[in-house]
């Protein structure tokens, strides 16, 4: 077996053993929280970013670098504002009792 | 030395992605498992920009700026109720970084590419094309400049299913034959063709699944990503966004007892009623009732279920329910909210809404957790929901909801609908619920409704 085939068969592995993972973390995650579920996974998956970096920063051809420009860029808008929108959302939860607003007792 | 520590970045941005996601099975821990998660991704991004491979930064910088504003700016004026449309905009975003990395990558290295790195990178550029249109009209539609209504023409899942199969079989053909770049654009086109096409005949009310949907295709893109460039935290983050994708598309699909197939194929609500769904009603008559009357109902009782749906989101009526709610509690009562899995534009959007309105989030309840508490509620208020309430859907084999799981608002004491007019949900369905005995109609606009109500108890 080649070099080349050996590493994608581990990368297999990786791809399939993370997705078992994620699959078993998820069903655990309650649906009050689906939303910012949906936006943390989306900004973790802004990790394109780290391969845009490469294309944007490497020695490529002028074209290719402008791919990569605009890759880091719209990768980029995923992470900031995926994770600071996923905060703001985490931020508004509140269990009964620690509301901002003070509480008439009963 | 330096690719030990790039590595090592990686291997830890990875454990610090899944610490995130569990942090978010448990609604104390969650913001603090996703500034972890955010702190992966800086470590990640870090590493990265070490690579020797990197010999100019200004593209970079530049780049970093420019989406660090826009995404900031986003995230800060986004108001709650168009969260649907950031999160399809941003699956948008997301497989064009990852489709934009695929061309550049097959642009560059066209000559030496074997079968193995090919396939990764048609994978990565096929799905990533078809999500960037595919959200972009997911978008569209939500933000109701495309029309939401689903589009259908003749033989059009026919032709949907030939563009695909094109696809595929350039995608194929390029594994045998990686220098051929006439097939490697082609197929790039026929996947955007692809998404604006699929996305075409799906309806508002379907959007929680096609979200999901492109959601997992998102992170299937990113995965490629990471095969094509052989990088290990590419593949496992992109893995754990496909995996949470399509886990909340079976759910989404679930509670709304239909098929993948059947939600992408189906153009429903297309206007077309089923030849049962109206019999049933016959001859009977709605019970309108007076703001002044909900109030007294409302005030005296010791348990109330609220129902809230997308109508409650679309009259921005949220403040006013738990308004209500306080007053409620203020007479002794208790309030409980029950969130069906579909209710919104996607998954866990009520919750969102809620929790911003201050509700606090113990209050809400899964179908799940309430179904059971409807027979000793002494009132069940609906606002804005229709379909998910239908009891149709439980006892009439000829609706096209039959099957689908709703919420036991019938079986409430009292049951107070809030609902501009009669006309029927979404899918066109007629709601037995609304012409039961104990049904109450309160008509008009769900937040004037709500304030009049609230008006009413004050003046108690």
Same mark, same amino acid.
């Given at each position: 077996?080649?070099?080349?085939?050996?590493?994608?068969?581990?990368?297999?592995?990786?791809?399939? #053993?993370?997705?078992?993972?994620?699959?078993?973390?998820?069903?655990?995650?309650?649906?009050? #929280?689906?939303?910012?579920?949906?936006?943390?996974?989306?900004?973790?998956?802004?990790?394109?970013?780290?391969?845009?970096?490469?294309?944007?920063?490497?020695?490529?051809?002028?074209?290719?670098?402008? #791919?990569?420009?605009?890759?880091?860029?719209?990768?980029?808008?995923?992470?900031?504002?995926?994770?600071?929108?996923?905060?703001?959302? #985490?931020?508004?939860?509140?269990?009964?009792?620690?509301?901002?607003?003070?509480?008439?007792?009963? | 030395?330096?690719?030990?520590?790039?590595?090592?970045?990686?291997?830890?941005?990875?454990?610090?992605?899944?610490?995130?996601?569990?942090?978010?099975?448990?609604?104390?821990?969650?913001?603090?498992?996703?500034?972890?998660?955010?702190?992966?991704?800086?470590?990640?991004?870090?590493?990265?920009?070490?690579?020797?491979?990197?010999?100019?930064?200004?593209?970079?910088?530049?780049?970093?700026?420019?989406?660090?504003?826009?995404?900031?700016?986003?995230?800060?004026?986004?108001?709650?109720?168009?969260?649907?449309?950031?999160?399809?905009?941003?699956?948008?975003?997301?497989?064009?970084?990852?489709? &934009?990395?695929?061309?550049?990558?097959?642009?560059?290295?066209?000559?030496?590419?074997?079968?193995?790195?090919?396939?990764?990178?048609?994978?990565?550029?096929?799905?990533?094309?078809?999500?960037?249109?595919?959200?972009?009209?997911?978008?569209?539609?939500?933000?109701?400049?495309?029309?939401?209504?689903?589009?259908?023409?003749?033989?059009?899942?026919?032709?949907?299913?030939?563009?695909?199969?094109?696809?595929?079989?350039?995608?194929?053909? /390029? $594994?045998?034959?990686?220098?051929?770049?006439?097939?490697?654009?082609?197929?790039?086109?026929?996947?955007?063709?692809?998404?604006?096409?699929?996305? /075409?005949?799906?309806?508002?009310?379907?959007?929680?699944?096609?979200?999901?949907?492109?959601?997992?295709?998102?992170?299937?893109?990113?995965?490629?990503?990471?095969?094509?460039?052989?990088?290990?935290?590419?593949?496992?983050?992109?893995?754990?966004?496909?995996?949470?994708?399509?886990?909340?598309?079976?759910?989404?699909?679930?509670?709304?007892?239909?098929?993948?197939?059947?939600?992408?194929?189906?153009?429903?609500?297309?206007?077309?009623?089923?030849?049962?769904?109206?019999?049933?009603?016959?001859?009977?008559?709605?019970?309108?009732?007076?703001?002044?009357?909900?109030?007294?109902?409302?005030?005296?009782?010791?348990?109330?279920?609220?129902?809230?749906?997308?109508?409650?989101?679309?009259?921005?009526?949220?403040?006013?329910?738990?308004?209500?709610?306080?007053?409620?509690?203020?007479?002794?009562?208790?309030?409980?909210?029950?969130?069906?899995?579909?209710?919104?534009?996607?998954?866990?959007?009520?919750?969102?809404?809620?929790?911003?309105?201050?509700?606090?989030?113990?209050?809400?309840?899964?179908?799940?957790?309430?179904?059971?508490?409807?027979?000793?509620?002494?009132?069940?208020?609906? $606002?804005?929901?229709?379909?998910?309430?239908?009891?149709?859907?439980?006892?009439?084999?000829?609706?096209?909801?039959?099957?689908?799981?709703?919420?036991?608002?019938?079986?409430?004491?009292?049951? $107070?609908?809030?609902?501009?007019?009669?006309?029927?949900?979404?899918?066109?369905?007629?709601?037995?619920?609304?012409?039961?005995?104990?049904?109450?109609? &309160?008509?008009?606009?769900?937040?004037?409704?709500?304030?009049?109500?609230?008006?009413?108890?004050?003046?108690?």
């Amino acid at each position: 077996m080649s070099m080349e085939a050996v590493t994608t068969i581990l990368e297999l592995y990786v791809f399939v #053993l993370a997705g078992f993972v994620g699959y078993q973390l998820i069903t655990r995650v309650p649906p009050l #929280l689906h939303t910012p579920l949906m936006s943390a996974t989306n900004a973790i998956s802004g990790i394109s970013l780290v391969g845009s970096l490469v294309v944007a920063g490497g020695e490529f051809s002028g074209l290719a670098t402008f #791919l990569g420009f605009i890759a880091v860029t719209a990768a980029t808008i995923n992470v900031v504002g995926g994770f600071m929108i996923t905060d703001r959302m #985490l931020k508004m939860f509140k269990p009964q009792g620690s509301s901002e607003r003070p509480k008439e007792p009963a | 030395m330096t690719e030990y520590f790039i590595q090592a970045a990686y291997l830890a941005a990875s454990v610090l992605f899944i610490l995130g996601i569990k942090g978010l099975t448990r609604p104390e821990r969650a913001r603090r498992g996703m500034q972890l998660a955010a702190l992966g991704m800086l470590v990640a991004i870090i590493g990265t920009l070490l690579n020797h491979q990197i010999i100019t930064y200004v593209w970079i910088i530049l780049g970093l700026l420019i989406g660090s504003g826009i995404g900031a700016a986003m995230s800060i004026w986004m108001p709650m109720t168009a969260i649907p449309q950031r999160t399809a905009i941003s699956h948008a975003f997301g497989a064009l970084a990852a489709t &934009l990395v695929g061309i550049a990558e097959y642009y560059e290295h066209v000559g030496h590419l074997d079968g193995t790195k090919m396939a990764a990178l048609g994978f990565e550029v096929m799905f990533g094309s078809l999500t960037i249109t595919g959200s972009f009209m997911a978008f569209g539609k939500l933000q109701g400049f495309v029309k939401s209504a689903p589009v259908t023409y003749k033989f059009q899942n026919h032709s949907n299913i030939a563009l695909f199969v094109v696809a595929f079989v350039l995608f194929v053909f /390029l $594994i045998f034959s990686p220098g051929s770049q006439w097939a490697f654009y082609l197929m790039v086109l026929a996947g955007l063709a692809v998404g604006v096409l699929i996305v /075409l005949p799906i309806g508002g009310a379907d959007m929680p699944v096609v979200i999901s949907l492109l959601n997992s295709y998102a992170g299937l893109a990113s995965s490629a990503t990471g095969f094509a460039i052989g990088n290990n935290v590419l593949i496992i983050a992109g893995a754990l966004d496909g995996a949470s994708g399509f886990l909340l598309s079976i759910l989404m699909s679930k509670a709304m007892n239909r098929s993948f197939a059947n939600v992408i194929f189906g153009a429903f609500g297309g206007g077309e009623t089923g030849p049962g769904a109206t019999a049933a009603i016959g001859d009977l008559t709605v019970h309108a009732v007076t703001a002044e009357d909900a109030a007294m109902q409302l005030a005296y009782a010791r348990l109330v279920i609220v129902v809230p749906g997308y109508g409650m989101a679309v009259a921005q009526a949220q403040m006013q329910v738990r308004e209500l709610a306080e007053l409620i509690e203020k007479h002794g009562g208790e309030v409980k909210y029950a969130i069906h899995p579909v209710a919104g534009r996607m998954p866990g959007h009520m919750n969102v809404l809620l929790a911003e309105a201050n509700v606090p989030y113990d209050r809400l309840y899964d179908m799940d957790e309430i179904n059971g508490e409807f027979q000793r509620a002494d009132v069940a208020l609906v $606002i804005g929901a229709n379909d998910v309430v239908n009891p149709a859907a439980r006892n009439n084999p000829s609706s096209p909801i039959h099957g689908m799981p709703i919420l036991n608002v019938d079986q409430a004491r009292r049951v $107070i609908v809030i609902k501009r007019s009669m006309n029927p949900g979404f899918a066109g369905i007629e709601n037995e619920l609304f012409y039961q005995p104990n049904t109450s109609m &309160l008509f008009g606009d769900g937040k004037k409704a709500l304030l009049e109500v609230i008006g009413a108890i004050k003046a108690l």
